[in-house]
């Protein structure tokens, strides 16, 4: 009978530890990240340090940006999410309108409010989609000016000072590149801010790219590819800043990295600034990056928003900035108050800081990623075929508005 009464004890005590064990093997964050595979070990790597103090474990799994957002797609019809995901800037809302995102404004809301005023304010803008927030930024990408400091002395600071340095370059058969935005969107949002014009009304329910700010963007862009000889085919940086014959360019900032790695007889020879000023008095830039949140299927929505907050914080945001720079992805962190921490060579710090402060990003809008196209065409008519500004804005009016009424 003793004996008996041991083996059942036994076997109860190895039911309840192997129990145990279950539920401990069951907190496990299942993270998809879109990027490379370097970056996805950069987070598993945090996760180690997540899980020493929370005893939660983290998986992250790196996504191509080419199958992403299909496979983000069929895991949501297929009820397979993961817990947290990483994403385009403008991805949050449409899968949150589907349900398939929670708002973290709503279950999180303290929290969140915090979090708002530690973010550089134009990539919050890009994800406060009518007062939902499907995701917080991860990290961001933005504009800056390039320069060869031995050819120019002082880069330019508004329209005009940019037109005259390209008029005496020009002269000596040199100019300036595009190598992010070129003959697209991103290329003329800058123009079309520093004119002191936008995408869409206040309330984004009207395109009002019909404006004369924006028709006075428009026609900068076209000038400085008609006019003042900007290529209007792909030319890298490093190319063209190695040789002087581009001894100015605008690109996004990891092409700090490529210029650094890609073009090592220049060092010294080269700097970075913030994008002149435009008539609204400001050197807007366009704003990108990626934002992380939490699927409304996943079963560990606390669990996922603590390792989100973990992810965010500055020891952690300078630790994703430093493992990105040594696989040459180069993101920024968001969170302004890693930038105190941030090893960086000062002054390129201050640019990128200060023109982070002046930047937007993509309009909140569900039909975006729809209409940008007939923005594109606008460019390519007045660029390539010298159409009227103001008339082809007028057409990509109509067909924006179109878009954005088919979802109401």
């Known amino acids: 009978m003793k004996r008996i009464i041991f083996i059942l004890c036994a076997t109860l005590l190895a039911v309840s530890f192997g129990c145990g064990k279950k539920v401990e093997e069951e907190k496990k964050l299942v993270m998809w990240l879109v990027g490379s595979e370097a970056q ?24 191509s940006w080419g199958e ?39 279950s999180f809301p303290e929290d969140v409010s915090a979090l708002k005023e530690k973010i550089f304010p134009g990539i919050w803008k890009s ?11 991860f990290d961001m990408t933005e504009n800056i000016m390039y320069y060869r400091n031995d050819i120019i002395k002082r880069p330019p600071e508004t329209w005009f000072t940019l037109v005259e340095l390209l008029k005496e370059l020009n002269e000596d058969g040199k100019g300036m590149l595009f190598d992010w935005g070129s003959l697209n969107w991103i290329g003329y949002s800058i123009y ?9 009304d206040e309330t984004y329910s009207m395109c009002a790219l019909d404006s004369e700010e924006a028709v006075r963007g428009m026609e900068f862009f076209s000038r400085l590819y008609n006019e003042l000889h900007v290529p209007k085919t792909q030319i890298p940086i490093e190319q063209g800043m190695r040789s002087g014959e581009f001894p100015l360019a605008i ?11 890609g073009a090592p007889e220049i060092k010294g020879k080269w700097s970075i600034a913030t994008l002149p000023k435009g008539p609204s008095g400001r050197g807007t830039a366009f704003i990108g990056g990626r934002i992380m949140g939490i699927f409304s299927q996943s079963k560990m929505k606390d669990e996922a928003w ?34 105190e921490l941030l090893p960086m060579q000062e002054d390129f710090k201050e ?20 209409s940008t196209r007939f923005i594109d065409q606008a460019i390519m008519k007045v660029v390539l075929t010298n159409k009227d500004a103001k008339e082809a804005l007028e057409q990509a009016t109509t067909l924006v508005n179109a878009e954005l009424n088919k979802g109401r």
């Open 351 to 370: 640019v990128l800081r200060t023109q982070a402060l002046d930047a937007q990003g993509p309009p909140p809008v569900l039909s975006w990623d729809a």
């Open 127 to 137: 994800i406060d989609y009518r007062g939902k927030v499907y995701g917080i930024p």
């Open 40 to 63: 996805s070990m950069s987070v598993n790597e945090i996760g180690k340090e997540f899980f020493k103090e929370t005893g939660i474990k983290v998986r992250c799994e790196a996504l």
């Open 192 to 200: 079309l801010w520093q004119a002191g014009g936008d995408f869409y």
């Open 306 to 339: 603590q390792f989100i907050n973990f992810l965010f914080e500055p020891k952690n945001q300078v630790k994703l900035y430093e493992k990105a720079w040594a696989t040459q992805d180069a993101y920024l962190p968001p969170n302004m108050n890693t930038w």
């Open 251 to 261: 690109s996004g900032n990891w092409k700090i990295v490529g210029l650094t790695i």
């Open 68 to 106: 992403a957002h299909s496979k983000y797609l069929t895991s949501i019809a297929g009820g397979v999410t993961p817990d947290i995901g990483t994403m385009g800037l403008t991805w949050g809302m449409e899968f949150g309108s589907l349900g398939a995102m929670i708002d973290l404004g709503q």
